[in-house]
């Protein structure tokens, strides 16, 4: 299974850091945040990894390589312009190939082990969801018996932790351009075709200053 790294985002709350860095290159912990996905990606046995990219996407091209000093080998999709989560997956469908991929955002950091996602997904989708973090208490997506709903009232919510694993047909219909990923997971989700599990682990979105130095805090603590 391929897997792909979404490292496109601007990081506006990262404010300066991202006007010089492209977000994914943020360090915690002395070492880039999207570093930590391609060691643990290689550990769980993902070698072939596209990572697509906008704002000083060179930088990241720069830095990473052909992935070979990670144990593996790296795609890029370049998006002139900001195509967001499902638009920026689609132009980079012709890499993926026609089989479920994996997808992770590359501005989380998780102890999560992605081993687990070789196995064959049923349905479009497969989503894994984590605890509501303080920034997001309402959460996002209802998990019951393995199947993801939008928001069952009878159910508490979790939120969709930035890893899934797709398949090619979400995408089917879709046109060129600048688009969100959710509504197609909320159309697969009312025919049945999305299941998700609960994240057992530490997960962070790395979205502002604050949570960064929580994620060098936790490093720190580990060391």
């Known amino acids: 299974m391929k897997a792909m790294i979404l490292a ?16 994914p290159l943020v360090r ?16 769980a046995g ?3 990894i596209v990572i697509n990219h906008a704002w000083l996407g060179q930088q990241i091209e720069e830095y990473l390589g052909d992935g070979s000093q990670y144990g593996v080998s790296i795609q890029y999709s370049p998006e002139g312009e900001p195509l967001e989560t499902g638009g920026g997956i689609f132009r980079a469908l012709p890499l993926l190939g026609d089989e479920a991929f994996l997808v992770v955002n590359g501005d989380i ?11 064959p997904i049923v349905g479009l989708a497969h989503l894994v969801l984590a605890d509501n973090p303080a ?21 508490a919510t979790l939120t969709y932790s930035g890893i899934a694993v797709l398949h090619p047909q ?3 219909g879709c046109c060129a351009g600048a688009f969100k990923l959710a509504p197609l997971l909320r159309t697969a989700m009312a025919d049945g075709q999305v299941t998700g ?7 962070v979105d790395v979205g502002t200053h604050e949570r960064l130095a929580e994620v060098d805090a936790l490093i720190e603590a580990r060391r």
Do not use: C
């Open 8 to 23: 496109a985002g601007k990081g506006e709350r990262l404010r300066p850091l991202t006007l010089t860095t492209p977000k």
């Open 28 to 43: 915690a912990g002395g070492v880039p945040l999207i570093e930590y996905h391609l060691r643990a990606l290689a550990a």
């Open 46 to 48: 993902f070698t072939e």
């Open 109 to 119: 950091w998780t102890d999560y082990d992605f081993s687990v996602l070789h196995q």
């Open 135 to 155: 920034h997001h208490q309402d959460g996002d997506f209802s998990l019951v018996d393995g199947q993801v709903h939008d928001g069952r009232p009878d159910i």
């Open 170 to 172: 979400l995408f089917e």
């Open 197 to 203: 599990e609960h994240l057992n682990g530490v997960w």
